[in-house]
């Protein structure tokens, strides 16, 4: 909770002042969202922007230089899962927004929401430091032109994508080499023979954008992924996994339900060259690119590629081949030069934030954006992280000791390991529903307790309106028990179809 407090002269209490004061870096989808919560709750707001628009990485050629959007780009997500709360995407939008779409989308936000004039934009900050000489703990923001400001408290929403991660052969590669971050278009291209390095999704949609110009496209697959379809039986596959995908719902039984949808779409991942995983991963989808390796227009090699001499690559199961050019679709480092190690360490690809808001130790210090979603949407995640910030930093909501906020980063972060591979991959990976959930109890703590109170109470009578009459009773009730009945027949349906194909090898 952001305060602060001077001793009272007669009544032996403090006088408690409210945060005024905030900066905002970024104004990107996570900067225009903090932004906008903290308006709402009176702060004065100032968003600094190192580029000329809003956007951030769904900018094209954004001049800030940060942006990685390719010409084809288009969200992963469909609108309803993706869009702010209070502020839906165009009717007319398709299920998957291009990025042109998602600009334009944010740009009415900003404006609807009167945020743009609260934005100073070319405006590249250079430090954020909390001298011990400020007055009330300021923060003190240093530009790049030299010029200071103090602010009460600090948002920071620059994103995690905006350094590119390289492979350690990349520097060994004698032939053309780029990260994704730089990819733009299928035509500079054409007639090579290219390597794509990665299983994520910017690997599925480069792969399968070139694989129509090049003389040959190989992606190298090591990493265990589930290819899921975009649609299933005329349906977006987000809107069956959410079906499932509840607070509650063991993590087990929702990773086994993703494999049964993969697998009634695609059959088994090992059948088209990738791994399968062993325990949940990020959801990786293009509407294309399992035709594209039918048709053998992509070659997938299991093996990861390991080193390169010239145009030479060498993989883990000791094959070589030669490219023209490799593209590496592998990921991003946290880079926040503007803050000392000491705020905030950087332990590889992972924030240690509590909450994933709030740095411990640093009252005022909030981050929003710092994540990866394993289903739903991040653009709706960044808004719930939002109005979290806002409630923190206006004083409704409380934090507990830096020794409290501690052991509950290392719970989250041994929960992560736990559900996820072992990887690098892994550091900001978040579950919806789970964290959704836990902000909620958070901001309204006795909506919460009502809920479970409620529960218990009609249980039996919501089962049966819900499962068996399908009556519209308790929304929170009536959502809990056809939660529990998707549960129960995705775990028979699972049970029973990925079982299939192993009885008929031993058959």
């Not at 990025?99 to 009167?114: S, T």
């Not at 390991?306 to 030669?322: K, L, P, Q």
């Not at 809990?480 to 049970?495: E, Y």
Request: charged content about 25%; hydrophobic content about 40%; proline content about 6%.
């Amino acid at each position: 909770m952001l305060r602060q407090e001077t001793s009272g002269e007669t009544q032996g209490v403090s006088d408690v002042t409210d945060v005024e004061r905030m900066a905002v870096i970024g104004a990107g989808a996570a900067g225009l969202c903090a932004a906008k919560h903290l308006l709402e709750r009176g702060f004065a707001v100032t968003v600094f922007e190192m580029g000329s628009q809003v956007g951030g990485l769904w900018v094209y050629e954004n001049d800030n230089a940060r942006s990685p959007a390719y010409l084809s780009l288009r969200i992963n997500s469909e609108p309803r899962a993706t869009q702010f709360h209070d502020f839906p995407f165009p009717e007319d939008y398709p299920f998957n927004p291009t990025h042109f779409q998602v600009h334009a989308y944010l740009e009415a936000y900003a404006d609807h929401f009167d945020i743009r004039r609260h934005i100073r934009f070319n405006a590249k900050v250079a430090s954020v430091e909390q001298p011990t000489t400020a007055p009330g703990n300021e923060w003190r923001i240093r530009l790049a032109d030299g010029t200071e400001e103090s602010f009460d408290g600090v948002v920071i929403a620059t994103g995690h994508q905006g350094v590119p991660s390289h492979p350690p052969f990349a520097k060994k590669f004698g032939g053309e080499y780029l990260h994704s971050h730089d990819y733009r278009t299928p035509e500079p291209f054409r007639d090579k023979r290219v390597l794509v390095v990665g299983t994520g999704n910017s690997a599925l949609d480069i792969a399968a954008d070139i694989c129509t110009v090049t003389a040959s496209t190989t992606m190298t697959a090591r990493s265990p992924v589930l290819i899921m379809p975009r649609m299933l039986f005329g349906v977006p596959i987000q809107r069956t996994i959410a079906k499932i995908s509840k607070p509650g719902v063991p993590w087990a039984v929702e990773r086994r339900f993703r494999e049964l949808l993969t697998y009634v779409a695609h059959g088994r991942v090992e059948d088209w060259g990738f791994v399968r995983p062993k325990k949940r991963t990020h959801p990786a989808s293009h509407p294309t690119i399992m035709g594209h390796i039918a048709w053998r227009r992509i070659a997938v090699k299991t093996a990861g590629a390991d080193d390169a001499d010239g145009n030479e690559v060498h993989f883990s199961d000791g094959t070589v081949e030669r490219f023209d050019t490799v593209i590496a679709a592998t990921g991003y480092e946290i880079d926040l030069p503007f803050l000392s190690e000491e705020m905030v360490p950087v332990t590889g690809r992972r924030l240690d934030l509590y909450k994933r808001v709030a740095a411990p130790g640093w009252p005022g210090l909030y981050f929003v954006g710092f994540h990866n979603v394993s289903g739903g949407a991040n653009i709706r995640i960044m808004d719930v992280q939002a109005d979290l910030v806002a409630a923190l930093a206006k004083g409704d909501v409380g934090l507990p000791d830096r020794s409290e906020m501690i052991a509950d980063i290392e719970r989250e972060r041994r929960r992560i390991e736990r559900r996820y591979p072992d990887s690098p991959r892994y550091g900001l990976e978040l579950d919806p529903p789970v964290y959704t959930r836990d902000v909620e109890e958070e901001l309204h703590p006795h909506r919460s307790r009502l809920r479970l109170r409620r529960t218990a109470r009609y249980f039996l009578r919501d089962a049966a309106n819900a499962v068996y009459h399908g009556r519209r009773g308790s929304t929170v009730d009536r959502r809990l028990m056809a939660k529990l009945a998707a549960t129960g027949l995705a775990a028979v349906g699972v049970a029973t179809i990925v079982a299939l194909p192993r009885a008929r090898r031993r058959s």
